[in-house]
């Protein structure tokens, strides 16, 4: 960065050109980036003073877009009607537009009507939020509850969950690695690189089947170094759809006891998946009910729509109450550097949700509805694929994917196509959000695919 101080007593001041530097010397001598002095100079009616500075800033280079939050900014440049933007991973309605849930809104009035104050929140957050969490995830009557061993923190919605336990990963188990499945969600590998934990993959997506390699699975958690987090995707796996079938999820945790693994869940679909908020949690209670410690990161994003709230915790499943003692108290001196305490009011629409029964009622009601339009708009893009497509492919695998995703096998040539020549914004994995989707679009859509594969190597 260079600025300049100009006193001109003449308008020949454009005819002169004066450059002084002094680099270094007195009290900045030995800094990097140094501060240049000023220098002054008279020709005849004209006097210049120059300063050059330059920044500390100098080394610092320009990061990259955000593979996915960029998706949205290319969108909106975007001025052809015919856009679409399947890219993040957001509801909408039938006509494309954000959408606040009903039982939300009634959540906020009563807030409003209680007068309830601004007051900072504990560290570990909200007291009635953490309550209902737990037993939102772990059903209320699940021992583990009544016994005391659960360790939960109000934290800032999924990713600041995540980062939570990644920073005690490091400082309790500082030789541990954390197995993440190929391709995972884009922000993953980002959260565990800051924290400096050390991962590596499993195999997880099969590109010939467009399915779940579970035999490279299976062989990549048993040939990890006993103790390695293994962080699997509770439900609605991000970004391919494709979760493993109850009988599966039993040998996941077989392996993962015999080898002392700890098994890391990471929730951000809970009732958004299946529509059901019991079967969503079906592989975080099967790990529970086995009796194994469990790290489990929730967000409120998705099955609430309060993707601005920041709303969601940390769980941490353990084998005697003082355990989860401990283990809260030095997670609460985690969070108390990193965020100090949690938001107050994203906390209370879910405790107010979930602990009152008629909004909890309307509440499922709501989701079922987001989860039946998400299968809707899936149905309709298989059913246009396949009559469209004259090839004889089978699309068939959108139909066994599940939650707002499809992992639609394309390639980054193909999905650039998508982007280039169909305005159709996604992410370079192929991977497209069915919940950005109208069932009005669906053709246009099955256009784009099949030209995208067929016609881009």
């Known amino acids: 960065m260079a600025s300049a101080a100009l006193a001109v007593a003449s308008p020949a001041a454009s005819a002169v050109a004066a450059r002084s530097k002094v680099l270094g010397g007195g009290k900045n001598q030995g800094r990097n980036g140094c501060r240049v002095g000023i220098t002054r100079k008279s020709f005849g009616h004209v006097m210049m003073a120059l300063a050059v500075d330059v920044s500390r800033f100098e080394g610092v280079p320009m990061a990259p877009p955000d593979p996915i939050l960029g998706v949205s900014e290319a969108f909106k440049a975007d001025k052809n009607d015919l856009k679409l933007n399947l890219g993040v991973g957001a509801y909408r309605t039938e006509e494309l537009q954000p959408y606040v849930l009903n039982v939300v809104k009634k959540a906020e009035n009563l807030m409003l009507e209680k007068g309830e104050n601004k007051e900072y929140l504990p560290i570990e957050g909200l007291a009635a939020f953490n309550k209902a969490t737990a037993e939102l995830l772990l059903g209320a009557d699940n021992p583990v509850i009544k016994q005391g061993l659960v360790a939960t923190l109000q934290s800032l919605s999924g990713t600041g969950s995540l980062r939570l336990a990644a920073a005690f990963i490091q400082r309790y188990f500082p030789e541990a690695k954390v197995l993440i499945s190929s391709p995972t969600w884009g922000n993953h590998k980002n959260i565990f690189n800051d924290a400096r934990v050390p991962w590596s993959e499993y195999r997880y997506y099969d590109p010939k089947t467009v399915g779940l390699d579970f035999e490279g699975m ?240």
Request: with cysteine.
């Open 218 to 457: 299976i062989a990549d958690i048993e040939a990890a170094p006993e103790g390695s987090f293994v962080l699997l995707h509770g439900c609605a796996h991000n970004p391919t759809g494709i979760d493993p079938t109850p009988e599966q999820w039993e040998k996941i945790a077989d392996v993962i006891q015999e080898k002392k693994h700890m098994p890391f869940f990471d929730v951000a679909y809970q009732g958004f998946a299946s529509g059901s908020l019991d079967e969503d949690a079906f592989s975080v209670r099967l790990f529970v009910k086995r009796g194994m410690e469990v790290f489990v990161a929730q967000s409120y994003s998705k099955n609430l729509g309060l993707y601005a709230e920041r709303v969601g915790a940390i769980n941490v499943v353990c084998s005697a109450p003082e355990v989860a003692d401990r283990v809260k108290s030095q997670l609460k001196r985690l969070a108390r550097p990193m965020y100090s305490n949690p938001p107050i009011h994203g906390a209370r629409i879910v405790a107010n949700v979930v602990g009152d029964p008629t909004m909890f009622g309307e509440w499922k009601q709501e989701m079922e509805q987001m989860a039946g339009r998400i299968k809707n708009v899936r149905q309709k893009l298989y059913d246009s694929l396949s009559a469209k497509d004259k090839s004889g492919k089978d699309w068939s695998f959108i139909l066994r994917q599940i939650g707002m995703f499809s992992y639609t096998g394309l390639n980054k040539a193909q999905s650039d196509n998508m982007t280039d020549k169909w305005h159709v914004y996604m992410t370079k994995d192929g991977r497209i959000s069915l919940a950005g989707l109208s069932l009005a679009k669906c053709d246009y859509l099955a256009d784009a695919i099949i030209d995208s594969f067929h016609n881009v190597s």
